[in-house]
Nanobody
Framework: VQLVESGGGSVQAGGSLRLTCAGS??????MAWFRQAPGKEREGVAG????????AIADSVKGRFTISRDNAKKTTFLQMTSLKPEDTAKYYC?????????????????WGQGTQVTVSS
């Protein structure tokens, strides 16, 4: 199983980025985005159940970030708008073949290598 993230980069505050996570090698019941800033623990940002399309968004990004998926391509997208310097982190895609908590990090079987997002003020 592989998860490959893309779309990270550097942007000024107020800008937008769209992250893509392309999966292969399995079907995924749920996919999610986590992020980890230097010196901080990894946190859940957004998650989606691929069958129903039900999503969960962290309070810190609600109203600014949106998660979506393309089941045919086993791909999930994280649309990030109104970016803030505190959004600077490495963003990781996670996926699992079974249901569970969208932000339960320990319950995800597969992880991508991450993509860096840097927001300057």
């Amino acid at each position: 199983v592989q998860l490959v993230e893309s779309g990270g980069g550097s942007v000024q505050a107020g800008g937008s980025l769209r992250l893509t996570c392309a999966g292969s090698g399995s079907t995924f019941e749920r996919m999610a985005w986590f992020r980890q800033a230097p010196g901080k623990e990894r946190e859940g940002v957004a998650g989606i159940f691929t069958g129903t399309g039900t999503t969960a968004i962290a309070d810190s990004v609600k109203g600014r970030f949106t998660i979506s998926r393309d089941n045919a391509k086993k791909t999930t997208f994280l649309q990030m708008t109104s970016l803030k310097p505190e959004d600077t982190a490495k963003y990781y895609c996670a996926a699992d073949a079974y249901g569970g908590g969208l932000f339960r990090e320990a319950e995800y079987s597969w992880w991508g290598q991450g993509t860096q997002v840097t927001v300057s003020s």
